[in-house]
């Protein structure tokens, strides 16, 4: 029955993600670094107040010429902002994908899997990058903002855009990659789950017949 199949891959969906969230955990420092270079770099060419970025396992630090002040034992200090990001925050989407490609079991599935981990490597990016910009505009205040002499206004775009990110993006990538690379699973489902509607339909129509006999 196609329901009981359903039953069958969610199930082992969530058995395969939780299994795989352990060797992700390990692995993310290297499915990290590609994403933060990327982000970095994309963030250095967009603003001309970022000046680099720095690489430390799964976290990644951007680097600017925004001053603030911070207390430096008990007095305060100008410093240069550099807000910290840590990839496992969105990465965790990565580890759904594979989860959903080893419960429907597609042909060719491991080269599936390596190419769906490069094509979520922009929708990470994405949200690295407006993490990173809230991090550095929504917590500080209106001195910093000017001197990246953004509107006001843009912090509203910021703050929609890092909640896309972290709430839709990140959850939800994954599995519209894993519907267009295993379309065949959905297909087979869908045709069963017809079919065993129409096998319903015409018992209950031939149960009526009987019964008006």
Request: with cysteine.
């Amino acid at each position: 029955m196609p329901y009981s199949r359903l039953f069958r891959f969610f199930l082992t969906s969530v058995v395969a993600l939780v299994a795989l969230i352990i060797p992700w955990y390990f692995l993310s420092p290297y499915l990290a670094a590609p994403v933060i270079a990327v982000a970095g770099n994309l963030m250095e060419f967009a603003f001309r107040w970022v000046v680099g970025f720095e690489v430390d396992g799964v976290v990644g630090t951007l680097l600017t010429n925004l001053k603030v002040l911070a207390n430096q034992d008990g007095r305060l200090v100008v410093g240069q902002l550099s807000p910290e990001v840590n990839y496992r925050t969105f990465g965790y989407g990565l580890a759904l994908f594979w989860a959903l490609l080893i419960a429907s079991r597609p042909n060719r599935m491991w080269a599936k899997m390596a190419l769906g981990t490069v094509i979520l490597v922009p929708s990470q990016v994405f949200s690295m990058c407006f993490r990173w910009l809230r991090e550095a505009l929504l917590y500080n205040n209106a001195e910093v903002l000017s001197q990246t002499r953004m509107a006001r206004w843009m912090l509203e775009v910021v703050a929609y855009f890092d909640q896309l990110g972290f709430l839709i993006v990140t959850p939800l990538v994954p599995v519209l990659l894993w519907l267009a690379l295993d379309r065949a699973f959905i297909n087979k489902l869908w045709v069963e789950m017809v079919l065993a509607g129409a096998a319903q339909a015409n018992e209950k129509f031939e149960r009526a017949k009987v019964e008006r006999q």
